[in-house]
Each structure stands twice: as C-alpha cells, then as structure tokens.
C-alpha cells in the first residue's frame, strides 16, 4: 500500500536514482524531484566529494538509501564493519526506508560484487529472514527487500520465487521493494508468467516499486538499466499500482545515461498510471 | 552451493571471453553446472552459470580499468589484461566496497615482477601514484590544526600529523605529468547499482601512444583542495619534513634532518621554511596527531 509500516507510513511519489553524470545539473538548476534514491555504498565513505554532494543534497530533497552489497542471502554472517557505516549513513541521512536485495553475493569473505540468485527453500528462507531482522534491529530503520533479476535457477528450490519472496518478507516482517522489470526480465529467462508473480505477493508490504529498462540478447535478458523502460513493463507497472496502489516509484538508469532532463521525464511517465488510480478511487467514492 | 558457485564464477574467462571448459578436478564444466543450475529450453547450465562468471570478471575489470588507467599506459591494454586477471585471481576482493579493489596491486606487481617487465620501476610508481588518489578522493580527514592549537608548544615539542587523506610519494618517475596526459576521468564514483555487465572492458579506454617517461626522481603530494583532486610537487627538503612529521618527529627535528641531508648551497632555510609551511597549512594538510 503507499504508506505502510514497510516505507514508514510515508507517502513519497516518482523519484530517480541520484548519478554522477547528473551532479552538477542537480546541484547547478535544483530541479524539481520529488525524491532521490542513492546507492548507500557509494556514500559510506570517510570524507570527500561524495559526502560533499550528499550534504548538498540533503538540504534541498528527500533522500532513500539503497543498497547493493548487505547480501541478506549469503550464508557467511554480516560484515559489521559494513553495517556499522551503513548505520552511520542511515542516521545521517535520516531515510525513511532502506532497500537492498534478495540475493547472495559473498563468501568467505570473498565478494562477486553482484546480486546472485537465491536457492528458493523453506532453510534458505528462514535464514535470510533471520538475518534481515537482525540488520533492521542493529540499524533501527524499516527494510524492503528487493527481487533480483536472475539468470539462472537452482535444482535444490523448493518453490516460485514469489514464494520464496513471500516467506522470507513474513517470517523477517519486512517490507518488499519491487521491481517491477527484474519480475519481467526473470518471467522471460524462466518462462513463468509474470503476473502470476505481482498477483501473488503481499501487497501490504510492498513500500517501494522500482522499473528499469533491460537489453534482450539471443537467449536470455539481461537487467543492464541502460534503456528506457519498455512497454511489458510499463503495462506490468500499471497492474502493480492497481495492486499496491500509489506506491513511491523510482527509474533506475545506470549505464549509457542519458541527460538529466530525459531520466526524469522518462521516469514521470510513471504519473499517467498514478493519476489513473487516483481517479479511479475518487470515482468509486 | 555458494562456495561451489562463487568458486566457479572467480575462475578466470577464456581468451575469447568464455567461461572455461574444465572444473577444477578435471571434470567438464557442464557436468559441475549441472549439479546445481537447472538447464532451460534455450540455455544448459553452462550457459547459465556462464553469464555470472563474465559478469563477474566484466564489472571487477572494468573497476581496475577505471582506477588504473596510468599503469594500463605503461603496460599496454593486451598486457595490462593479463596481470589483471592474474591479480583478481590471485587477491579476490574482501571488501563490501569496489573502491578497495586495488589495495593489494603494487604488493602483487613487486611479489611478480615478469608482469610488468621491462618497466617494473615505472608501473610500481604509477600504482602507488593511484591508489593514493584513490586513498585522496574519498579518505577521512581529521580537523585541521589552527595557530591557537600550537601557540604554546615549542618546536622541540610539537608532533603534527598529516590528513590521512594526503599521501607524501617518492617516485622514480613523473608519473604525474605522464598520468595527466593519458587520464581522462579521474574524478568519478565507482559502479552505481545493481544493473548487469553486458560487455567486456573496452580497449577504447586505452591511451593512445604516448611516450613513457624518462627516470627523474620526483617527489608528489597527493591531496584534496575543497574536495578536488590534486597532485602537487614537493622539493626534495620539503618531502623529507613531511616524512619525517609522519613518522612521528617533531618539527624542530624534521626540519633539521631536512637541512641535515639538502644539498642547496647557502639557501634561506627560515624564509624557504615558512613558505612550505604556510603553503601546506593553507591547504589544510595538518591535523593532532
């Protein structure tokens, strides 16, 4: 729903992801946004430029933090150098909500620096809950998780992904961060139907909604977020808001980006599908 | 399962991009894929775990490429690959962050020399000259010491520190003029999010052919101003104070030893002094110790 625990009871609207190749337009013209998404590990830093432009930032938007590197599905225990910055970041920054995803990454000790699918079994699941509750309980902040989109899928699973995702967000009583073009590129790699997906998760825990574009190769899709968003997503988009309603959406474009006018403007064509639920409602009233 | 897969997707890539034939004991690689990834109408398992595995060595190459481009300059993109890869292979990253993808590079280039032959002093150089921006971009920085926080401490006393952020080279090489000519992007963030590598590093990045500097002892401060990248350089004596004030000395000594070991004849050490100085406090180098 759009303002729920998961989100804290906010109700933000179409944001973008904050990039370099944009800082100076944004801190030169402070356009009208109505939030920003930044990549928390690219803040979790001890000085420079990169907390200078955050500062900047925080006096003129609202600012969400997104992770890519917790890795709730690694069997190795937390890094606790990485959660004691990111909590310094999330005091910092004030974010209503953090994100990261339902995936795995590290091991050893050892980092692929990717989002790498999870084995879909009821073990799995009851870990990676337990260790999204314990990163919520040390950084005191509410936690969505986000789908990843994936490549491959794993004999030992149990069960759908949506399945799975359902599991691990009850049993961790945490939020869903759903991405509406990962559902759709994994729908294409795995041959399931993508609305079997977005019917069947909790829609009282999705706080967050990303869309994105993707590239299609030969065999397979892969998630590269160097493209506008395509038409199979923005329809999956519009279902999803009728599902969860108007939740806080953000564009994710992060390869061959293009200026910032043409992020944003792709991003607020997400309002023609806000702006139809918002008169559905009030006709119904 | 996650050590059998990450240990599939740390193996390096093929000349042609691939992923190798072979498991580690010998085994075809299909046969390990197809213990844990299921196949799929257009894709084997192969297929599948393959696109992890260049995904893997696409993203952490394409960092070094961004991090290194000087040493990527001495050795020349085909060579530079392939110490690379020998590195990652080598030294898997073990930090949350992209950033600290290189913290081991100059000790693996002086552990295997053969890989930058014939210019090991030269590639040496440039890490260091690297990886000390990296360290200047985003490193912590202390408060900046203020005349009133050293009035009353007498030079035979007075421990300063340097900002952890500022790195004080000796170099073999001018490894900052040349840098400056083959750098293009210095001053950017590392990998943004969570999209897919769909290609290899791009040879596109490579300098174009621009001479290799001739050995000339050269002494840098790697620094940030108002949060930009600089590289200033030192003389000989300056660099010798600040060592030393790392080091723990107090600033009578530093100084001394800097005078100690000059070779300028009949310099004016008092006047000469206060300008470094005045010149490093105005950018803000010192801090408690």
């Known amino acids: 729903m759009p303002a729920n625990p998961f989100n804290a009871h906010t109700e933000y609207g179409i944001g973008i992801g904050l990039r370099v190749p944009h800082y100076r337009h944004i801190l030169a013209n402070k356009p009208v946004v109505d939030w920003f998404e930044i990549i928390s590990e690219n803040f979790m830093v001890d000085g420079g430029r990169p907390l200078e432009v955050l500062d900047q930032i925080l006096e003129q938007y609202r600012v969400v933090q997104h992770g890519v590197a917790i890795y709730f599905g690694s069997a190795d225990k937390f890094d606790r150098e990485h959660l004691r910055r990111l909590k310094r970041l999330v005091k910092y920054t004030q974010t209503p909500w953090l994100s990261d995803h339902l995936c795995w990454g590290s091991v050893d000790g050892r980092y692929t620096h990717d989002l790498l699918p999870m084995p879909y079994t009821f073990a799995v699941a009851r870990h990676t809950a337990q260790k999204i509750r314990e990163a919520r309980d040390y950084l005191e902040v509410p936690i969505c998780v986000e789908n990843v989109s994936s490549y491959a899928e794993y004999h030992v699973s149990e069960m759908t992904e949506w399945e799975f995702l359902s599991e691990v967000v009850e049993q961790a009583d945490c939020g869903i961060l759903l991405d509406v073009n990962n559902i759709y590129v994994s729908s294409q790699n795995h041959n399931f139907d993508p609305y079997d997906y977005l019917n069947n998760v909790p829609h009282s825990r999705v706080g967050q909604i990303h869309i994105a574009g993707h590239s299609k190769f030969e065999k397979y899709i892969l998630d590269t977020h160097d493209h506008p968003v395509l038409e199979p997503v923005w329809k999956m988009y519009a279902h999803a808001i009728n599902l969860c309603g108007n939740t806080a959406t953000l564009l994710e474009w992060d390869d061959r980006i293009p200026s910032f006018e043409e992020v944003h403007n792709e991003a607020l064509k997400a309002n023609q599908f806000r702006d139809n639920i918002v008169a559905s409602s009030q006709t119904n009233k | ?289």
């Open chain 2, 1 to 289: 399962m996650q050590r059998a897969m990450a240990g599939a997707l740390f193996r390096p890539l093929t000349n042609d991009w691939n992923m190798q034939s072979k498991w580690n004991d010998g085994r075809p690689m299909e046969q390990f894929a197809a213990e844990f990834i299921k196949p799929n109408d257009r894709l084997s398992s192969f297929d599948r775990l393959e696109i992890y595995n260049r995904q893997y060595w696409f993203r952490i190459l394409d960092c070094l490429y961004d991090d290194y481009p000087g040493l990527l300059a001495v050795v020349g993109e085909e060579q530079f690959l392939k110490l690379a890869t020998a590195y990652l292979t080598k030294y898997q990253s073990d930090s949350y962050t992209l950033r600290n993808l290189g913290d081991r590079l100059e000790k693996f280039l002086l552990d295997e020399p053969h890989w930058t032959e014939p210019h090991q002093a030269l590639a040496i150089d440039m890490v260091r000259f690297e990886w000390a921006q990296v360290v200047a971009f985003d490193g912590p920085a202390k408060p900046v010491v203020t005349p009133d926080d050293l009035i009353d401490t007498p030079p035979d006393k007075l421990r300063l520190g340097l900002q952890p952020y500022l790195s004080i080279l000796k170099l073999d090489y001018p490894v900052d003029d040349f840098l400056i000519a083959v750098k293009k992007d210095a001053d950017s963030l590392r990998g943004e999010a969570s999209n897919a590598m769909n290609s290899a590093p791009s040879a596109h990045r490579e300098s174009t052919q621009i001479p290799l500097p001739q050995p000339e002892v050269t002494y840098l401060a790697v620094h940030r101003f108002d949060n930009m990248l600089y590289f200033k350089r030192l003389e000989p004596e300056g660099h010798i104070i600040l060592e030393a004030l790392a080091a723990g000395s107090t600033l009578e000594a530093a100084c001394v030893q800097a005078v100690e070991r000059s070779t300028r004849t009949n310099p004016d050490w008092q006047a000469l002094i206060k300008e470094w100085f005045d010149n490093w406090a105005a950018l803000g180098w010192f801090c408690r110790r």
